[in-house]
């Protein structure tokens, strides 16, 4: 018995986790497709805002779709409207999870030009 076929009785067989799951592929296609209708057909409003919704994992359990980004405000919408939208079209409860992300940290900032223009409205 190879090495490899040793580990693959005990791991079983092992899966490119690059590579999204046929269901979470299937589900990112019709997110896309709500914000597009959502956008009136507007491809480049789209892609920019799904790009800014920053989505970086979907899962899906027995009763629940699980969407983890780095912004979900933006994910939900105003008072909630794109979430409900999304549990109609996707035809389950939608939960929301926040990653996380370094943009949000990493901002380039010129803190003098930022001190120099408080100074100037405090005085």
Known sequence: MTAHSQLLQITGPLTDMRKPQPRPAEIGVMIGLFFLEQKGGDYAATRQFLRDLNITDIWETDRKIYIQTARPGLLIGAKGANISGLEKALG????????????????PVDWAEEARSNYTRNN
């Open 92 to 107: 389950k409860p939608v939960g929301v999870e926040e990653s996380f992300c370094w943009a949000d940290i990493i901002t």
